[in-house]
């Protein structure tokens, strides 16, 4: 039988699971396959990237379940459906889709983080208005953003010395440090309120202070929080510093890191988990693809 879209994967996804079991998604696509009458042999068919076709549609399928908060991840690498996913099941036993998740606001705001400028997904009419390129463009960005989702949560599963190390990881992938500074990890007891240092010379007259918070997302750092890191840059007379979160700041931080004398750059979750992408760091790149065009000159030559 033809393998199903990712959309109509979404309700045997749900329905899998609905014993409240945690499975790892290779044995959801194990199990799924024969459910659906879907053979070994086209198990084995492949896009053109060489990924297996089912397992890449699987793959959607239970992110955009994720991301909707049908499905949840209780422990690292297994998936378990929430109350809501059994809500939405009940309510759509023969078909969930992406018009099903879109009334979700988790939902929502994830393909709004793919859509800069959009508040909302762009219409499916308007799919057919794009060009290959800006679908694949397209495509890059939602897959990118998905795995920036699955990135922070690991983050934030984490110890606080791990988010540590990994930020001043992060921020040496980025060119801080250079190649005649340096990066200390300085986190600990009596670490005078800051968890780095960036020595951007060798004799450390350019230096760049770095904290770093690891909180849920609903916790959000607050003006306090941002004062308190001022005064330790102060204590340690630098007027430079990043402040790192896994969750949000609110806008009161945000006005007060901006009209502060010391220079503070305020970097949340999701930048955080955005730079590891850009970066390779946490990530590794799966698949590459090569966009082809007319060589112009190569006509306008013979």
Same mark, same amino acid.
């Given at each position: ?9 979404? &309700? ?11 499975? @790892? ?5 194990? %199990?799924? #396959? /024969? ?9 084995? +068919? ?26 949840? @991840?209780? @422990? ?14 009940? =309510? ?12 979700? +606001?988790?939902? %929502? =705001? ?7 400028? @959009?508040?909302? /997904?762009?219409?499916?009419?308007? +799919? ?14 939602? =897959? ?67 904290? *770093? ?9 607050? %003006? /306090? ?10 204590? =340690? ?15 009161? &931080?945000?006005?007060? #890191?901006?009209?502060?004398? *010391? ?6 979750? *999701?930048?955080? #988990? ?29």
């Amino acid at each position: 039988m033809p393998i199903p879209d990712y959309q109509t994967l979404m &309700a045997p996804v749900l329905a899998l699971l609905a014993d409240g079991q945690e499975l @790892r998604l290779q044995e959801v696509r194990d %199990r799924l #396959a /024969p459910a659906l009458g879907i053979s070994e042999e086209e198990r084995q +068919e492949r896009i053109n990237s060489g990924t297996p076709r089912f397992d890449n549609r699987v793959h959607w399928a239970v992110t955009y379940l994720y991301q909707a908060g049908l499905l949840q @991840r209780p @422990r690292r690498g297994v998936i378990q459906i929430t109350d809501r996913g059994s809500e939405v099941l009940k =309510a759509n036993p023969e078909r969930v889709d992406n018009e099903v998740l879109n009334r979700f +606001e988790d939902f %929502r =705001a994830f393909k709004s983080r793919t859509r800069p400028g @959009r508040s909302t /997904p762009a219409p499916t009419e308007a +799919e057919g208005q794009s060009t290959p390129q800006e679908k694949i463009s397209s495509a890059i960005e939602e =897959a990118n953003e998905a795995v920036a989702a699955e990135v922070l949560e690991r983050v934030q599963q984490a110890d606080f010395v791990f988010l540590e190390r990994l930020v001043l990881r992060v921020l040496a992938a980025m060119g801080y440090g250079g190649p005649t500074g340096s990066i200390r990890h300085l986190g600990g007891p009596g670490d005078g309120g800051v968890d780095g240092v960036i020595r951007q010379d060798p004799l450390g007259l350019d230096e760049i202070y770095v904290q *770093a918070k690891r909180f849920a997302t609903h916790r959000t750092i607050g %003006r /306090p929080e941002i004062q308190a890191f001022v005064g330790a840059l102060h204590g =340690a007379q630098a007027d430079r510093g990043i402040f790192v979160t896994t969750s949000s700041f609110t806008a009161d &931080a945000t006005d007060y #890191a901006d009209r502060v004398n *010391a220079r503070v750059v305020l970097i949340d979750g *999701a930048a955080l #988990a955005r730079l590891m992408v850009q970066h390779n760091i946490g990530v590794q790149d799966q698949e590459r693809y090569v966009l082809k065009r007319v060589d112009e000159d190569f006509f306008e030559e013979l």
